[in-house]
């Protein structure tokens, strides 16, 4: 490198260390705040005042390397950078500390003395090496948006994310901190920004599809002939992201319009199987089989359904169980599945985690949410998505519960109300009515009389030509099976309806053999 009698500019450590080529380079001990206006390499017989960089190996004996520390320190230099420094002893250490000699160590002491000089002198080679790499990473496809990402991150050796006003979308390669995040402006094409050791470099991304989105390289320690080189590289970059985005957009919303049509087509059939739909959902990886709770997002106002879905989907992907979610018409519907049953605390877990995922959407979207029961199979999932659908369509106008109705707790009863107008009430009067129609169906009449009867045990007896007493045992009985307050005067009328609903004219229980 040799020798300038008027540097330019001051390199420091943390620059140094930042520098995605800088041979390796390891902080060892010593001052880490320095700054050094000189770069020498393999010149010890001369003076310096900054950093000597050895090609040379540490010496194995400790006089030696206490020798070399001196000598270095003696010429005037503050730094020494050599192969494995790690290994100079801890007397060694300790005297390169008092001496206030910074000791690092290189495993390729010419990409060093390189990045020393590009980040020193010469700034517009450190840029060109930058674009270079980036061109180099354009020659791979990428599978996706994240995988361009990834390529694009390991070229440069700094962070990469795509951020909006409300933090990071997608990145690669570290974490966007929240004060950094706030640091950058929005505004200005390019734009650059720092907090504390961290540094940003960040363009808008020009994109119609997803606007309000900002490329960011970051990245700790990086200098101010880095950060302005990265302006450069962030903005060649970003053309490339915008396609890529737009690419994602279309495969996307061809995607959700593809598993839209195939769960239209898996609820049309109401739990009837067809072949070709089958092995559609067995392609798309959505199994029909075990156990399943399904629930959907229906928007409260204008909402950009993909958009929706895409949120929806990120949120899944944090909730421990196998999630699927397809559009619905403007909402999304989804469902968790799993391969044995969830216990009753397994459920309460999972809804809410749901709610978390509700609460979370909310900030940002007017969203109600429903929530079906624990159903099981393929008929199962129809009808647990089917409760959901309808739940969701109370949950819009249901302020007092936050805007989400659960079928299996909150809310039953209005549910089933509302549910009287379409063909998912059988269903559901089945699901609620289940415990007596599978364990005492010879129940079912005697509450049917009793509801019907404006719930007079004597009436209900004479109706039925049995003793009050035992239409008494009857109802307390279809009462703790179903755990359902006849109290209510609500829940007195869900029940009645789904009673009625459920036992054909013939009296015969609807999709049951006569007991």
Same mark, same amino acid.
């Given at each position: 490198?040799?020798?300038?009698?008027?540097?330019?500019?001051?390199?420091?450590?943390?620059?140094?260390?930042?520098?995605?080529?800088?041979?390796?380079?390891?902080?060892?001990?010593?001052?880490?705040?320095?700054?050094?206006?000189?770069?020498?390499?393999?010149?010890?017989?001369?003076?310096?005042?900054?950093?000597?960089?050895?090609?040379?190996?540490?010496?194995?004996?400790?006089?030696?390397?206490?020798?070399?520390?001196?000598?270095?320190?003696?010429?005037?230099?503050?730094?020494? +950078?050599?192969?494995?420094?790690?290994? &100079?002893? !801890?007397?060694?250490?300790?005297?390169? @500390? =008092?001496? /206030? %000699?910074? $000791?690092?160590?290189?495993?390729?002491?010419?990409?060093?003395?390189?990045?020393?000089?590009?980040?020193?002198?010469?700034?517009?080679?450190?840029?060109?090496?930058?674009?270079?790499?980036?061109?180099?990473?354009?020659?791979?496809?990428?599978?996706?948006?994240?995988?361009?990402?990834?390529?694009?991150?390991?070229?440069?050796?700094?962070?990469?994310?795509?951020?909006?006003?409300?933090?990071?979308?997608?990145?690669?390669?570290?974490?966007?901190?929240?004060?950094?995040?706030?640091?950058?402006?929005?505004?200005?094409?390019?734009?650059? +920004?720092?907090?504390?050791?961290?540094? &940003?470099? !960040?363009?808008?991304?020009?994109?119609? @599809? =997803?606007? /309000? %989105?900002? $490329?960011?390289?970051?990245?700790?320690?990086?200098?101010?002939?880095?950060?302005?080189?990265?302006?450069?590289?962030?903005?060649?970059?970003?053309?490339?992201?915008?396609?890529?985005?737009?690419?994602?957009?279309?495969?996307?919303?061809?995607?959700?319009?593809?598993?839209?049509?195939?769960?239209?087509?898996?609820?049309?059939?109401?739990?009837?199987?067809?072949?070709?739909?089958?092995?559609?959902?067995?392609?798309?990886?959505?199994?029909?089989?075990?156990?399943?709770?399904?629930?959907?997002?229906?928007?409260?106002?204008?909402?950009?359904?993909?958009?929706?879905?895409?949120?929806?989907?990120?949120?899944?992907?944090?909730?421990?169980?196998?999630?699927?979610?397809? $559009?619905?018409?403007?909402?999304?519907?989804?469902?968790?599945?799993?391969?044995?049953?969830?216990?009753?605390?397994?459920?309460?877990?999972?809804?809410?985690?749901?709610?978390?995922?509700?609460?979370?959407?909310?900030?940002?979207?007017?969203?109600?949410?429903?929530?079906?029961?624990?159903?099981?199979?393929?008929?199962?999932?129809?009808?647990?998505?089917?409760?959901?659908?309808?739940?969701?369509?109370?949950?819009?106008?249901?302020?007092?519960?936050?805007?989400?109705?659960?079928?299996?707790?909150?809310?039953?009863?209005?549910?089933?109300?509302?549910?009287?107008?379409?063909?998912?009430?059988?269903?559901?009067?089945?699901?609620?009515?289940?415990?007596?129609?599978?364990?005492?169906?010879?129940?079912?009449?005697?509450?049917?009389?009793?509801?019907?009867?404006?719930?007079?045990?004597?009436?209900?007896?004479?109706?039925?030509?049995?003793?009050?007493?035992?239409?008494?045992?009857?109802?307390?009985?279809?009462?703790?099976?179903?755990?359902?307050?006849?109290?209510?005067?609500?829940?007195?009328?869900?029940?009645?309806?789904?009673?009625?609903?459920?036992?054909?004219?013939?009296?015969?229980?609807?999709?049951?053999?006569?007991?």
């Amino acid at each position: 490198m040799g020798h300038e009698a008027t540097p330019r500019f001051t390199l420091d450590l943390p620059a140094l260390l930042a520098h995605p080529n800088n041979g390796g380079l390891v902080y060892v001990v010593g001052p880490e705040s320095d700054g050094w206006r000189e770069v020498t390499v393999d010149e010890m017989n001369e003076p310096g005042s900054g950093l000597l960089i050895l090609t040379a190996s540490v010496p194995e004996a400790t006089w030696q390397q206490d020798a070399l520390v001196r000598r270095v320190r003696d010429l005037g230099f503050t730094a020494l +950078a050599i192969r494995r420094a790690e290994d &100079a002893g !801890s007397g060694t250490r300790k005297l390169a @500390t =008092r001496l /206030g %000699l910074t $000791l690092l160590s290189v495993s390729r002491p010419f990409d060093l003395a390189r990045a020393s000089w590009q980040l020193q002198q010469a700034r517009d080679a450190l840029t060109i090496d930058y674009v270079r790499k980036v061109a180099q990473a354009f020659e791979y496809p990428a599978a996706d948006l994240t995988d361009l990402l990834r390529h694009l991150c390991a070229a440069i050796g700094h962070g990469l994310a795509l951020i909006d006003t409300a933090g990071p979308v997608q990145q690669a390669g570290g974490e966007l901190t929240s004060e950094l995040h706030k640091h950058i402006q929005f505004s200005p094409w390019i734009s650059t +920004a720092r907090f504390e050791q961290q540094a &940003a470099a !960040s363009v808008r991304v020009d994109s119609s @599809t =997803r606007p /309000g %989105l900002r $490329l960011v390289a970051f990245g700790e320690g990086i200098g101010d002939a880095q950060l302005r080189a990265l302006t450069t590289v962030v903005e060649i970059m970003m053309p490339a992201v915008a396609a890529r985005i737009l690419i994602d957009e279309l495969a996307s919303v061809n995607d959700a319009s593809a598993s839209a049509d195939l769960l239209r087509n898996f609820m049309d059939l109401r739990g009837a199987r067809d072949p070709d739909v089958q092995r559609r959902m067995t392609d798309k990886g959505w199994r029909t089989g075990g156990f399943h709770l399904g629930f959907q997002f229906t928007p409260r106002g204008r909402v950009d359904p993909v958009g929706l879905l895409r949120a929806v989907s990120y949120e899944l992907s944090e909730i421990s169980a196998e999630s699927h979610a397809a $559009l619905n018409g403007q909402s999304v519907l989804a469902w968790l599945s799993f391969s044995e049953p969830p216990t009753p605390s397994d459920v309460e877990h999972y809804a809410n985690s749901l709610h978390d995922t509700h609460q979370r959407l909310r900030s940002t979207r007017d969203v109600a949410l429903g929530i079906g029961s624990l159903q099981s199979g393929e008929v199962g999932l129809s009808r647990t998505l089917s409760e959901a659908t309808d739940a969701a369509k109370i949950a819009v106008s249901r302020s007092a519960t936050g805007y989400l109705v659960r079928v299996d707790t909150l809310g039953l009863d209005q549910l089933l109300l509302a549910w009287t107008g379409n063909d998912t009430f059988l269903p559901a009067a089945e699901s609620m009515l289940a415990p007596i129609i599978t364990q005492a169906p010879e129940l079912l009449a005697t509450l049917a009389a009793y509801l019907d009867n404006e719930s007079g045990v004597q009436a209900t007896a004479a109706a039925l030509g049995v003793h009050r007493n035992t239409v008494m045992q009857r109802v307390q009985r279809a009462q703790e099976l179903i755990g359902a307050d006849l109290g209510s005067p609500e829940t007195r009328l869900a029940l009645q309806l789904a009673c009625r609903a459920v036992i054909t004219p013939g009296g015969d229980t609807a999709g049951q053999q006569p007991q």
